[in-house]
C-alpha cells in the first residue's frame, strides 16, 4: 500500500481559502487518492477523489502533481463548519484478489478555521 | 438519503461480557467495514466483508469477531469484552466496481459511530 503523509494541524482564517497537503511518493499507477474529513463526534465524510487530473466538486477541488507524488485539497472558501481532521488515502487492493478494496486512514491533518 | 445505521449510539459495558455492535445498510453495498478510532491513533480497520459470509480480518482484528448472514446487515463482536476494547467504533459500506472499470467506488459510507465504555 502506498503511504501517506500530512501534516498534523493547520489553521485557516474564515472566508479564505483552505489547502490541505498530502504526500503519497510510492503511490502506483493504478491507485487513486481520496479525501475524507471527520467532523468531531460525527463518522468521516467523503469529499473527493482521483487519479491524475485535478478534480473539482460540490465540496472542494484536487490537485495532483504531475508525477502523482503529492496532492492539494482545496476548499475554496472556509467556513467554520469546515473545521474537522482531514484524511487523505490512497486506495488499497485486497491481497486476495477480486475487484474488491479497502481503505488505511493514516492519522489526518486537522483544520481549524478561525472566525 | 443513503444510510448506514449503528444501532448503539453508546454502551457501557462490564469486563467478560459478550458485546454485539449492529451496523445495517440500506445502499445494497457488497463491502462493509467495521473500524475503531482511538486518540492519536486515528482509524484502524478491524474486519471488513466483501460479501454475505465472507469475511477478511482488518490491521488489529484480535479479540474480535464479525458475522456477514445477510447483505445489508454486519456484526461485531467482542466475545469478553476488555478495558482496552473501550473506544469508538465505526461501520461504513461501499460498493463493489464493475469488473475492469473504476468509477468512483470505495466511497465509503460511515455510520455515525458506537462509543462503547468496558469498566
Known amino acids: 500500500d502506498a503511504k501517506t503523509t500530512q501534516p498534523p494541524s493547520m489553521d485557516c482564517a474564515e472566508g479564505r481559502a483552505a489547502n490541505l497537503p498530502c504526500n503519497h511518493s510510492?503511490?502506483?499507477?493504478?491507485?487513486?487518492v481520496y479525501w475524507y474529513r471527520q467532523i468531531h463526534s460525527q463518522g468521516p465524510q467523503y469529499i473527493i477523489h482521483?487519479?491524475?487530473n485535478n478534480e473539482t466538486n460540490e465540496m472542494a477541488s484536487l490537485i495532483i502533481t504531475e508525477d502523482r507524488k503529492s496532492s492539494t485539497l482545496i476548499l475554496p472558501h472556509a467556513t467554520l463548519r469546515d473545521t474537522a481532521v482531514y484524511y487523505c488515502?490512497?486506495?488499497?487492493?485486497?491481497?486476495?484478489?477480486?475487484?474488491?478494496?479497502?481503505?488505511?486512514f493514516g492519522k489526518g491533518t486537522l483544520l481549524t478555521v478561525n472566525p | 438519503d443513503v444510510k448506514v445505521t449503528q444501532s448503539s449510539r453508546y454502551l457501557v459495558k462490564r469486563t467478560g461480557e459478550k458485546v454485539f455492535l449492529e451496523c445495517v445498510q440500506d445502499m445494497d453495498h457488497e463491502n462493509m467495514f467495521w473500524y475503531r478510532q482511538d486518540p492519536g491513533l486515528g482509524l484502524r480497520l478491524i474486519y471488513f466483508s466483501y460479501d454475505v459470509k465472507m469475511k477478511e480480518k482488518g490491521d488489529i482484528p484480535e479479540g474480535y469477531s464479525v458475522s456477514r448472514e445477510k447483505k445489508e446487515r454486519f456484526s461485531l463482536i467482542l466475545e469478553s469484552a476488555s478495558t482496552n476494547q473501550t473506544s469508538m467504533y465505526l461501520c461504513?459500506?461501499?460498493?463493489?466496481?464493475?469488473?475492469?472499470?473504476?468509477?468512483?467506488?470505495?466511497?465509503?459510507?460511515f455510520g455515525a459511530g458506537s462509543r462503547l465504555t468496558v469498566l
Open positions: 488515502i490512497v486506495r488499497a487492493r485486497l491481497d486476495s484478489g477480486g475487484s474488491n478494496y479497502k481503505l488505511t
Open positions: 510510492t503511490i502506483s499507477g493504478n491507485e487513486y
Open positions: 461504513a459500506s461501499s460498493f463493489t466496481p464493475l469488473a475492469g472499470g473504476f468509477s468512483g467506488a470505495n466511497v465509503l459510507t
Open positions: 482521483g487519479l491524475k
